[in-house]
């Protein structure tokens, strides 16, 4: 069972990759969140779980429904994560929740595809994100190959600087970043709601047919990325970037 946990799309797309060459099942994550449901899942085949990169590591909120979901049949367990350039020592901290899930790890890879957070950093424009998603394909592909022939994903060693980033700096980062305040909403806003139905995490609402962020966010930046008409901005840093979102609406 492929499970799978995207904001704007680039790792919906990668578990979609990766369960169509091992012809196996798709679950989101976002729509379990979104849910509040408590859930039991049943998989004969390895779980492999598919999520972005938030601060070199896997997004807290899936550590956590990784958690508090009870998974039963295989114990087998892949990682793969997307990210804009690398996942500096995420495989141990995977490891450490495989521990306490009792699963045996099967190794955890990156993928790299196009930067989709506005927060931070700038995104590419539509010509640039095709080239980025183009040349993924091969990597997703070969990594679904280890996974349906049941193989380890190859190891790779975290250097001294992917510990840092992935120890100390990720806590710091969730600290002093990831917050809903910088959030806004201008004149240009139809009130369609798109972006209430696509938080995971219940956190906004409408309120005079606007958005409205209620403090609970994982900045996985599918209000701003998915908005259709470009009203939501991100402090400064978001005016005039390009906005990415490639999230197929159906799971």
Not at 118 to 147: H, M, N, Q, W
Request: hydrophobic residues 35%.
């Amino acid at each position: 069972m492929i499970c799978y946990f995207s904001g704007t799309g680039n790792s919906q797309r990668a578990a979609r990759q990766i369960a169509e060459v091992c012809g196996d099942t798709l679950f989101s994550i976002n729509q379990s969140l979104h849910s509040g449901n408590a859930e039991t899942l049943h998989s004969n085949s390895p779980f492999v779980f598919v999520a972005p990169t938030y601060a070199w590591r896997m997004p807290r909120v899936v550590e956590r429904w990784v958690e508090k979901t009870t998974f039963t049949g295989s114990r087998d367990a892949y990682f793969i994560l997307t990210c804009g350039s690398e996942c500096g020592n995420a495989g141990a901290y995977a490891e450490a929740l495989c521990k306490r899930k009792g699963f045996t790890l099967y190794g955890l890879s990156e993928v790299v595809m196009p930067e989709n957070y506005l927060a931070l950093f700038p995104t590419p424009d539509k010509g640039s994100a095709e080239r980025i998603l183009a040349a993924s394909v091969p990597r997703i592909r070969a990594l679904a190959e280890y996974i349906r022939n049941g193989k380890p994903l190859p190891a790779e060693k975290a250097s001294l600087t992917d510990r840092l980033k992935s120890g100390p700096v990720n806590p710091l980062f969730y600290a002093t970043t990831v917050s809903d305040k910088g959030f806004t909403v201008g004149d240009s806003c139809i009130g369609c709601g798109l972006c209430v139905g696509r938080c995971p995490l219940n956190n906004i609402s409408m309120e005079d047919k606007h958005p409205r962020w209620n403090g609970s966010c994982t900045h996985c930046m599918a209000c701003i990325g998915g908005c259709p008409v470009e009203a939501i901005e991100y402090k400064k840093k978001s005016k005039g970037q390009p906005r990415y979102y490639i999230m197929e609406e159906k799971p």
